[in-house]
């Protein structure tokens, strides 16, 4: 079947299975996140057990992201080839054996061993590359801003460990939480392989890996789009993973507390995101985008000017994190109109990996610059206003003539 061919019936009638693929996808994608995020969570509990400085707490929360990143280059390629129904399940077994090493890791107190372990933890953050192609396939591309912003909810586990992880230590001990986890993870693989089903239209792509990853990066959607990604979603998992430290040394709140107001800033992306898409197929993904940008680029500022609690710090931080979720739906709704079809898996990859890059640096320049340059935290919210008004006048001049041209 022909792309055009295959286009066209997706564009006239519904397939049928579309909303039971889709809501297992965004299930498993919250699922595999909440694994990605166990560390984060939990890092003010190993800044006090193993003495951390800011630097050495800063790496470990961010160790993970890295994996999680990188990962989702071979893995997009990959999924164009055996779609989302195999790689959903095999990438959630796999992680299930880090999430147990790191307990052990916490339970002999070792720094080393956490980095290493969260380093492979990293691969549950890879399945957004899996999602993305997988409930492309099952969507007319006039759905797809729609379909791609529900599944990129399921970013939402990140709320759902900031909330739990800590009181989960609390309720049932430490090595029982990551227990659960893997059990969890354990039964989602199950779910994804007996309950998930590839799209009809969905062709494996068979050509090899390095040659379709280098045909993927000379198309400048894939630039520009990993750019783009990598300010709105590394701006969401840079807060997400380092918040509750943030919250910690700002506010001094203890781990529970500031896991509870963690969650509250992942619900409001995980709702703006959806709603991205939805807008991005109604008014354009530029103007998402823009909007988006520009509303981070404003709230960095008053973030930085530390606003008292309880309302006015919690008022930005979810008003930051909705336009951050925001400008998240409205990337992937532009990926899905401009990335050639055969190809959605391997470019989302690459833009995927630039958007889990982009939240891996922000939390090491936190804790670096912290207590030792003038603003502490301030000097990184003031970078990430300066960036986010560079990608705000790239998405309105930059992107002009692509968009012309698609």
Not at 181 to 186: I, K, W
Not at 190 to 219: E, Y
Not at 242 to 252: F, G, H, R
């Amino acid at each position: 079947m022909s792309a055009s061919t295959t286009a066209a019936s997706t564009a006239t009638t519904p397939l049928t299975g579309h909303t039971r693929n889709l809501a297992l996808a965004t299930f498993a994608f919250a699922v595999t996140f909440w694994a990605w995020n166990l560390i984060g969570p939990l890092g003010v509990r190993y800044t006090q057990q193993l003495g951390l400085s800011g630097s050495q707490k800063a790496l470990l929360v961010a160790t993970p992201v890295l994996v999680g990143s990188l990962g989702r280059i071979p893995v997009g390629a990959l999924t164009d080839r055996f779609g989302g129904r195999l790689m959903f399940p095999v990438l959630t077994l796999l992680s299930v054996p880090f999430v147990l090493l790191v307990a052990l890791a916490g339970n002999v107190k070792s720094f080393a061993l956490l980095l290493v372990f969260g380093f492979f933890l990293g691969i549950a953050g890879t399945t957004f590359a899996v999602g993305i192609p997988f409930v492309n396939a099952w969507f007319a591309p006039a759905r797809r801003g729609f379909a791609t912003g529900v599944f990129g909810a399921g970013m939402g586990g990140t709320a759902l460990s900031a909330f739990f992880t800590p009181r989960f230590v609390t309720w049932f001990g430490y090595t029982a939480t990551h227990v659960i986890m893997s059990l969890a993870l354990v039964a989602t693989a199950a779910i994804c392989w007996f309950g998930m089903r590839n799209s009809p239209v969905w062709k494996p792509n068979t050509d090899p890996v390095v040659p379709k990853l280098t045909a993927a990066l000379k198309l400048p959607v894939t630039w520009r789009m990993s750019f783009l990604y990598a300010v709105a979603f590394g701006g969401f998992v840079a807060f997400s993973t380092y918040l509750p430290t943030y919250l910690k040394d700002i506010y001094s709140f203890d781990l529970t507390a500031a896991g509870t107001r963690t969650a509250g800033f992942a619900i409001a992306a995980v709702v703006a995101r959806p709603l991205g898409g939805i807008l991005s197929d109604r008014i354009g993904p530029r103007t998402v985008l823009a909007i988006s940008l520009a509303g981070t680029a404003a709230l960095a500022v008053v973030l930085a000017l530390r606003p008292p609690l309880e309302l006015p710090a919690g008022i930005a931080f979810v008003a930051i994190a909705f336009f951050l979720g925001l400008g998240t739906g409205g990337v992937f709704a532009w990926v899905a109109r401009l990335a050639p079809p055969e190809r959605v898996g391997t470019v989302t990859g690459l833009v995927g990996a630039a958007g889990g890059l982009g939240g891996y640096f922000p939390p090491l320049v936190m804790g670096a610059t912290y207590e030792k340059v003038f603003g502490g935290y301030g000097f990184g919210l003031a970078l990430l206003c300066l960036v986010a008004l560079g990608a705000l006048a790239f998405t309105l001049v930059g992107m002009r003539e692509r968009r012309a041209t698609a």
